[in-house]
């Protein structure tokens, strides 16, 4: 897995092509949700500005302390699928029960700012009946909110990327579940026509995926869900 910086908004597809002084691949799928922990979706396309893509992460809840509540802490969000439509800002979230919660986000006037591994992130909550929902599905009261700064709330860069080779590699060395293995990593770009962790070798240099331009910054974490 590696971390990247942005340098350059553009518009990625399936299908462009990675490029690099030693390597050339393909993006072969595009992860992202607008509600963080939640099912990912895999978009064709996805706009890439400043800050990443202004849909991912957009929205995430916090528990009574302030505290981030995502699935790391209750794995079975991930089977919550969220949709947003940016036209009528309607939030729609299906349960894996086939209830169906949907509403337009409402702003209040309250002001937080969420601990992402030591950097803020600022953000407003949300009124609504979303922190209701979520929170009776998994057994604890929670908020939700609205970066102030859509693309700010990803972990750690507002890109990241692995290679299908890395995934194929990981897969094989452990007894898990082949349903869903690649989800578990929840990484924006997946790329084809690499070595293993060829994408590790590639701190401090730039890659170009389509029109898009990253600076590589170095491995990330991933966690345990």
Not at 98 to 113: F, R
Not at 136 to 144: D, E, I, W
Not at 196 to 220: K, N, R
Request: with cysteine.
């Amino acid at each position: 897995t590696g971390e990247h910086r942005l340098i350059a908004g553009r518009t990625p597809r399936i299908g462009s092509t990675l490029r690099n002084e030693t390597s050339v691949a393909c993006l072969t799928r595009i992860s992202t949700t607008v509600v963080k922990g939640t099912s990912l979706d895999h978009p064709e396309a996805i706009e890439v500005g400043q800050f990443g893509y202004a849909h991912d992460r957009l929205f995430h809840f916090i528990d009574d302390r302030g505290v981030m509540f995502s699935s790391k802490r209750h794995g079975p969000l991930v089977q919550v699928h969220s949709k947003y439509d940016d036209d009528t800002e309607v939030l729609t979230l299906n349960f894996p029960d086939g209830a169906v919660i949907t509403a337009p986000i409402k702003l209040t006037d309250e002001h937080v700012s969420t601990n992402f591994w030591g950097r803020p992130v600022d953000a407003t909550i949300v009124d609504g009946p979303f922190a209701d929902a979520v929170g009776t599905y998994v057994g604890r009261p929670l908020r939700m909110v609205r970066a102030d700064v859509p693309g700010t709330a990803t972990d750690l860069h507002p890109v990241t990327l692995i290679a299908t080779a890395t995934l194929d590699h990981f897969a094989s060395k452990f007894d898990a579940p082949t349903e869903h293995w690649r989800d578990r990593f929840r990484m924006l770009f997946e790329v084809d026509g690499l070595e293993p962790f060829e994408e590790e070798t590639w701190e401090g240099a730039t890659v170009t995926i389509g029109d898009l331009d990253i600076c590589v910054q170095g491995p990330i974490p991933r966690c345990l869900v």
